[in-house]
């Protein structure tokens, strides 16, 4: 028999990994030993285990290791990572590692190196005078890059289970459509809140917003434009739909041609999205619309006079689409990539395609929400890699004017909290001086 000592360290326990290793030992065949098993005493201490893995040749032994380096083993033996050119642009090693969605680590020249960049089904390039590597997709291979191959020298650290109580620790679970909503939506509120004060604050991270046209059609419009008005949104994501039905209720009142404030179909109404189209093809794009006082309100509006970056990605079904739309799906797929770096969270509204879209391009440290009606699409995003994702199952109509209704409710609150804080402080400044006067007259 074949054996090798793997390591575990960190929250192994409530984050599963140490089950999920078991698991996957016996599922490829293989058998394991627990030599050393040591457990955290208190909520915030690490546990650590020590565990023999047997196979039944090399190969089938390297197999089960490849596996388990994926779920955060630690192999003790110190190797360093395998390198090999790229004989072409496009074109990878035959052997390449292809990444997951998790922070990972190589080892070379002697040093363990943070990978940039990271998401999942990538590849890892080298840049020896540097002392750089990150992540590249296969299209910004270019021939000569240092590629690593095999497993040798890889590190990976799935994310735990957070230690703070909230929203990450009351949602680890599956989606479910019968969660307490109200309780949901307070505790993305107050996630949202923070991310947004350490925006103003530090100028850095934020909130990508990935929104469908059912946005604009539950009636949910001018909910998220009230969010990118608040400072909630640093990035939008969607396609061609959104942008479309959200000038079709800006110019006539209807979303698919149902009139939003009777519910009912308008005669000629189908073909209001092509107008809309239309005028914002005669202004030459929506920024032009906006400047030109053709587009006065909705979601496109908040975006472009509040200069909130966004990926309009086109579809082979799209009409038209608006000029503002990238056609080109690699294009599309960059500008998100770029968008994405550094972010927090990513809330994802009804929107199957590029809510997987995206979970494809996001590191799992990436705090990610995905609203959406239908269960399935929660679970696809899940299936897909994003593991990270909180599913909350809902209209997302309903939910975005409940989002909105407590942000506010809890920037009212702070403000309340901040103009008691003030009084304090006025009446302790009123004190010193009295104080200081006294002293003053005494000294006369």
Known sequence: MFMREIELRGHIIDSLILPKVFDKILELGGDYKVLEFEIGK????????????????????????????????????????????????????????????????????????????????????????????????????????????????????????????????????EASSEKPKKTIIRNIAEEMYKIREKVRREGKGGIVVVAGPAVVHTGARDALAKLIRMGYVQALFSGNALATHDAEVSFFGTSLGIDLKTG?????????????????????????????????????????????????????????????????????QNKMRELLKGKDMVIMLSTMLHSIATGNLLPSWVKTICVDINQAVVTKLMDRGTSQAIGVVTDVGTFLLLLVEELERLENERKGTNKEGDRDNNKVKEDEKSRDKENILQRC
């Open 42 to 173: 208190r909520k915030i201490d690490p546990s650590y285990a020590k565990i023999l893995v047997i196979g039944k040749d090399e190969q089938h032994l390297d197999t089960i290791l490849n596996e388990l380096r994926e779920l955060g083993a630690e192999i003790p033996e110190i190797e360093e990572v395998e390198l090999q050119p790229a004989e072409r642009d496009w074109v990878l090693p035959e052997n390449f590692y292809s990444t997951t969605n998790h922070k990972t680590f190589i080892r070379f020249r002697g040093q363990w190196i943070e990978v940039e960049n990271q998401k999942m089904d990538g590849a890892i390039v080298v840049y020896p005078e540097e002392m750089r590597v990150e992540v590249k997709t296969i299209r910004q291979i270019k021939k000569g890059d240092l590629v690593v191959v095999g497993y040798k020298g890889i590190r990976v650290i799935p994310p735990e289970k957070p230690r703070e109580q909230g929203l990450f620790e009351f949602m680890k679970s």
């Open 264 to 332: 009912k179909s308008v005669p000629g109404g189908h073909s209001h999205h092509l107008r809309a189209i239309n005028r914002i093809m005669r202004a030459g794009s929506l920024k032009k619309a906006v400047e030109e006082g053709l587009l006065k309100d909705g979601i496109m509006y908040e975006v472009i006079k509040n200069n909130i970056p966004y990926v309009l990605a086109g579809s082979i079904r799209d009409d038209g689409p608006l000029p503002d739309v990238i056609t080109d799906v690699v294009e599309a």
